[in-house]
């Protein structure tokens, strides 16, 4: 990735400011279109989701109290990760984003919601939903670019800490509940003493109360109510856990890293108009292409070009839109990233990889233009 | 909209306390209290992030302790436009009065709407109660409930509340006034102590004699017991006057009266037995908001959501509120039921019914109804 300020041919050259805000229009008619017809079938849906999900989370743990036998330990460990991947995706980041706010259902509220997972709801919704999608792949603005620990394009300065990022990043899928929760209290300032202490406090407090809660249920309170079977339910909900982190790291290494996915300067978004926001997500997200159950276990984050246009939409209507967003792209000249899963993830590891090293031939070519260097992100 | 009004406060049961309590379903009765608590937390962490209730709400949504419901057990048509719904409440459901009035959640098109219906009967043998609700038109809740309910459904349900009830020491003569749907409460009241008024009188205006709710019980009673029933239908009578009244009902001044129906009607009642000195024997039940008054509007500040919205000095906070996203109680939506009550804490509002202002002074938390009032200004609100 290259910001595309630095590029040599910038993808968006062929548009005027005019042609801009038509964008901006079209897309926002799609919106428009969508909160007017949202309605009892949205609302089915997700209720329908999320009793499936406690329905799958249910018998899994009740087969979990006999995994001393293999058979019951691979049915409930594969039924646990994919209640605790819809939990967290399909349902958890959705309705914290506040997509079924229009329910008025107190129970499925972005302000009620609290997840399985180890960043409380809150602070997770301050740097996902303020941050993130507002800085969208915005060089120095947007943490998600690489968490902090990772160099994921070539405007961010190398350095030597940079060659074992590959290492990292395998780390941080594993434990990466952990490594949001960390990110959420955005530790970097911390260590540059930019943050209050008192508010950084309290907020490791919430963090480690919720990580308390979790451990306790999952190694503690299961394993004991299987009684002979308590190490086999310990190792099953390890397990579980695990898968759900690489997965849910791995989707969204799929949404932002690809090759294809543009990356934007801190000066792209001074004044940035409507239109000018649209255009940014729309080049700054790459889609999974796949059926049904890829949707499903990504939480919809396979339309992340649409989630991050329309963030606030029921995930159920992504699909639906996708061709709609697709016709706009292709109207306005604009490269609509899609890919398979393991096609677009090895196209997120090999820029992984390839950043470890320090720029070679093109990357150079930005360097030497002598524009401002954009702040590195932050070294944890 | 069948309803009600009473100024009285009932005390709030806002929708989002939900998550809060818990105790147990599983919790052994016979264990000390301190047993019971333990066996609460062990359930609580298991079922962390979530409430062991969220689980029970998969086999028995009537069961949650942490969120009053009921349902539908039978639908039964009264008039082409009107129909009573009987209902089975969950656990946690306290008795009512006939006559109070009880909020009903349901999802209309996918979104939860409250409103507040009377009971129509006093409590009953099999635990049931019933609201009768007239489909009014553009009535989204209404209608959906006229037309729509089936039987097997889950509602929301808040307790009942309201006094627009008989008094304990009946009254030695009773006149009851309605209109329309205003019968339902009334209803209420003569299935509960019919039997022990000595002197009842009712009159009840119509459109016509096949809309009156309940019309064939009411004659039936009217026949065989001391009910002294006067029908009024404007197609033949034409609109009732209240000064009429006191031809239909020449002691009218000995009675204690109750009066439900359109505010025209209870306006007109208020005056008339004012004129005469005894506007302490009536009382009224109202369900239509008064004029609107335009204010200034403002900028509202929903704190605990962290959502600002500008709002004009039309449109009810609530309206406001709920367009932004803000999971705003709610009730009645015509400033009766009290459900959508919450602290102002700095700001100031416009009562849309009189014009009158609230203010609030920095840390306050003046309780304002989000669906009569609007903003005049900067508002913060707690929710």
């Known amino acids: ?380 | 909209m069948p309803l009600v009004l009473r100024k009285t406060l009932s005390p709030r049961k806002c929708d989002a306390q939900v998550v809060a309590i818990l105790d147990s379903p599983r919790t052994p009765q016979s264990g000390g209290p301190s047993l019971k608590a333990a066996a609460t937390r062990v359930a609580r962490l298991l079922a962390t992030p979530l409430v062991p209730s969220d689980y029970l709400d998969l086999f028995s949504p009537l069961q949650s302790p942490a969120q009053l419901r009921a349902r539908i057990v039978e639908v039964r048509p009264e008039t082409r436009d009107a129909a009573t719904l009987v209902l089975k409440p969950g656990r946690g459901w306290r008795d009512h009065v006939a006559g109070q009035y009880v909020r009903i959640g349901v999802d209309v098109d996918g979104v939860r709407q409250w409103r507040a219906y009377s009971t129509t009967e006093p409590p009953r043998a099999d635990g049931c109660i019933t609201v009768t609700v007239k489909a009014i038109a553009d009535g989204v809740v209404s209608n959906h409930l006229v037309r729509r309910s089936r039987p097997g459904q889950i509602l929301q349900l808040d307790q009942a509340t309201g006094d627009f009830v008989l008094p304990q020491q009946r009254p030695a003569k009773a006149l009851f006034l309605t209109a329309g749907s205003g019968i339902t409460p009334v209803m209420g009241m003569l299935r509960d102590g019919l039997d022990s008024l000595d002197d009842a009188v009712l009159v009840h205006c119509a459109p016509t004699r096949d809309d009156v709710i309940f019309g064939g019980e009411l004659r039936r009673l009217a026949e065989t017991s001391g009910l002294q029933l006067i029908e009024r239908h404007d197609d033949i009578h034409g609109m009732l006057q209240v000064e009429q009244l006191d031809q239909l009902v020449p002691d009218l001044a000995e009675r204690e009266t109750w009066v439900c129906g359109p505010t025209g009607m209870l306006d007109a009642a208020e005056a008339h037995w004012s004129a005469k000195g005894i506007i302490d024997r009536l009382h009224t039940e109202r369900f239509r908001p008064l004029v609107v008054v335009a204010g200034e509007g403002g900028t509202v500040n929903f704190g605990t959501s962290n959502i600002s919205v500008e709002a004009d000095g039309a449109t009810p906070i609530l309206t406001a509120g709920e367009a932004a996203g803000v999971l705003m109680p709610s009730g009645c939506r015509m400033g009766i039921c009290m459900g959508c009550v919450v602290p102002l804490r700095e700001g100031v509002v416009r009562d849309l019914r009189t014009g009158d202002l609230t203010t609030a002074a920095e840390g306050d938390g003046v309780k304002i109804q989000t669906c009569i009032n609007a903003a005049a200004g900067a508002c913060h609100i707690d929710l």
């Open chain 1, 1 to 380: 990735m290259t910001a595309i300020q630095r590029q040599a041919v910038s993808p968006v050259a062929h548009l005027s400011a005019e042609d801009i805000e038509a964008l901006g229009r079209e897309l926002d008619a799609i919106r428009e279109q969508i909160i007017g017809s949202r309605g009892e079938r949205d609302a089915k849906y997700i209720r329908k989701v999320i009793e499936t999900q406690r329905r799958i989370e249910l018998a899994s743990r009740a087969v979990l109290l006999v995994s001393l036998f293999p058979p019951a330990w691979l049915a409930g460990t594969v039924g646990l990760s994919i209640a605790k991947i819809l939990e967290n995706m399909e349902i958890g980041h959705n309705v914290m984003h506040g997509q079924w706010d229009w329910m008025r259902d107190p129970k499925i509220h972005s302000t009620t919601w609290e997840w399985d997972n180890a960043t409380p709801s809150d602070a997770w919704k301050h740097s996902h939903n303020q941050v993130h999608h507002k800085y969208t792949n915005v060089l120095g603005k947007d943490n998600d670019l690489g968490y902090g620990i990772m160099r994921v394009d070539e405007d961010q300065r190398w350095s030597k800490f940079y060659l074992g990022q590959p290492l990292y990043n395998f780390l941080n899928a594993c434990l990466f509940e952990y490594g949001i929760a960390a990110y959420d209290l955005e530790i970097g300032k911390v260590i540059k003493g930019r943050t209050d202490k008192a508010e950084f406090k309290a907020k490791t407090k919430g963090v480690l109360r919720k990580i308390r809660k979790q451990a306790t249920r999952d190694y503690l309170l299961h394993p004991l109510l299987s009684g002979p079977s308590a190490l086999t339910t310990l190792s099953a909900n390890a397990t579980a856990n695990l898968v759900r982190n690489l997965w849910t790291h791995s989707v969204i290494m799929c949404g932002h890293f690809p090759k294809g996915v543009e990356t934007f300067t801190r000066a792209s978004i001074v004044d940035e108009t409507r239109g000018e926001w649209y255009l940014r997500q729309m080049l700054g997200a790459g889609n999974i292409s796949g059926g049904p159950a890829l949707h499903m276990m990504t939480g919809n984050l396979s339309f992340q070009i649409e989630h991050h246009l329309y963030p606030d939409l029921p995930s159920n209507r992504y699909q639906e839109i996708a061709p709609k967003v697709q016709e706009i792209f292709s109207r306005y000249g604009l490269n609509y990233v899609t890919g398979s899963f393991p096609k677009q993830l090895g196209s997120a590891w090999a820029t992984v990889f390839r950043l470890a090293l320090p720029n070679r031939g093109d990357g150079k070519v930005a360097r030497i233009t002598g524009e401002p260097q954009p702040e590195p992100a932050l070294a944890a």
